[in-house]
């Protein structure tokens, strides 16, 4: 068995095995255990694994600042007081309170990120669903899924796949960001509603809402957050306006935010480290190995190859078949590193903003196929688990179906001809 086949079929158990989570280990044991294989078996030095993980330093300090922004909103209260003022102005309609969720999913996710809405949204609207009496909170909790990759690239801090893509000082300014992603992001965000809406109709008409839901009140401390919240994403749109790197201005503006809002409300900075998901960096850092020991097999240069050649030639068409084929590639092997991969490849095929929009918009949009498809929906799936609900693979996959595919294939055109 020569030396590639061993670096594929390690690549292929490293992602199965953040996928399916065997003996229910974290993903980041598979992830880091797929590293340390490829550089015993001598497919990787230690010195390329380095540079490979290094790769992702921009990644790791965007998720440590918006996971520490998350986290310190989540524990003051802040996401469960936006669910109870959806609740509360939803006046006994379950078809407004399902709007209202909606957009506050997309607020949440737009401007701090998928992650946020999938973990702490998810039990902020199922506790606000409780409250208000809502006999199946199901639809409600199905939002928070769907919207965290639905509107995850109406801005470059909204996805953490989107410093993947456009990595390495090749982000676009802000404007020409906007104009990229602008109309498709918009269509994705409506007809992953309509989608959803359609499939879930039943459910929401035979369902109630009570009618005198009180809005949870919102501490001092919560206040405090939420300004700093507002200013980090002030801080982070205009570092995205000025060409900068976001994964800095995210770090330094989520800890400054934490020991300010500490400090004043003298909460405890340990409760709230404890709580920020920390496994999530190896799992990223290991993926970034395993994909610098793929690229050495020259998947890489391969693919940008062909890549290259469809945009010279057709490049309509090109832009169309990449969105596709990643987004269904994010499915089989979660979008982290399909969106490592065909980053990669991008950035080396130098194709035009249309064809590297329409593999950003694949990496984004594609996992609301499947639960398997990206962290933020098996951080979803996690956080049902916690509150004792259960959604099944299958059952989401036919459901996905119905709302990622027209969801997909419309924000493509567009993009296509905006």
């Not at 996710?109 to 606000?128: G, I, Q, R």
């Not at 459910?203 to 200013?231: E, K």
């Not at 480290?273 to 793929?294: I, Q, R, T």
Request: hydrophobic share 55%; aromatic share 8%.
């Amino acid at each position: 068995m020569n030396a590639l086949t061993i670096t594929w079929g390690i690549a292929g158990l490293t992602a199965l095995g953040v996928i399916t989570k065997p003996f229910a280990w974290p993903e980041a044991i598979w992830a880091v255990l797929g590293a340390l294989m490829l550089i015993a078996f001598g497919l990787i030095s230690p010195s390329d694994a380095w540079t490979g993980a290094a790769k992702g330093l921009d990644v790791y300090l965007f998720l440590i600042g918006m996971m520490l922004l998350s986290e310190l909103a989540r524990r003051e209260g802040l996401f469960d007081w936006l669910a109870s003022i959806a609740t509360s102005h939803a006046k006994g309609s379950p078809k407004r309170l399902f709007v209202l969720i909606y957009a506050v999913g997309i607020a949440v996710t737009v401007f701090l990120s998928n992650d946020a809405t999938a973990v702490v949204l998810t039990p902020a609207v199922y506790a606000a669903c409780r409250t208000a009496e809502v006999r199946n909170p199901m639809p409600y909790l199905l939002i928070c899924a769907f919207i965290a990759n639905a509107a995850s690239f109406v801005l470059p801090i909204s996805n953490p796949a989107n410093l993947v893509i456009f990595g390495g000082g090749t982000m676009p300014p802000l404007w020409r960001w906007l104009s990229t992603f602008g109309l498709p992001s918009i269509v994705s965000i409506l007809v992953t509603f309509a989608a959803l809406y359609w499939t879930q109709r039943s459910a929401i008409a035979a369902d109630s809402v009570a009618s005198d839901v009180q809005r949870a009140p919102l501490s001092f401390s919560g206040r405090l957050t939420g300004i700093a919240l507002c200013g980090t994403a002030v801080l982070l749109v205009g570092a995205s306006a000025l060409h900068f790197d976001l994964g800095l201005p995210t770090f330094v503006a989520g800890c400054l935010a934490t020991v300010a809002v500490l400090l004043i409300a003298r909460g405890s900075p340990v409760k709230t480290l404890k709580g920020v998901s920390w496994s999530v960096l190896p799992l990223v850092a290991g993926l970034f190995v395993v994909v610098e020991a793929l690229n050495r097999t020259g998947l890489i240069d391969e693919l940008a190859r062909h890549l290259a050649d469809g945009a010279s030639n057709y490049p309509a068409q090109t832009a169309a078949v990449a969105g596709t084929v990643v987004a269904l590639a994010s499915n089989l092997v979660n979008n982290l590193p399909a969106g490592l991969v065909a980053g990669s490849s991008v950035a080396l095929a130098q194709v035009s903003d249309k064809i590297a929009g329409a593999v950003l918009i694949g990496v984004d949009l594609g996992p609301n196929l499947s639960v398997t498809g990206s962290l933020a929906t098996i951080l979803w799936l996690t956080a049902l688990r916690r509150e004792g609900l259960q959604f099944g693979a299958w059952a989401f996959l036919k459901l996905g179906a119905m709302i990622m595919f027209p969801a997909l294939f419309i924000s493509l055109t567009v993009l296509g001809i905006s």
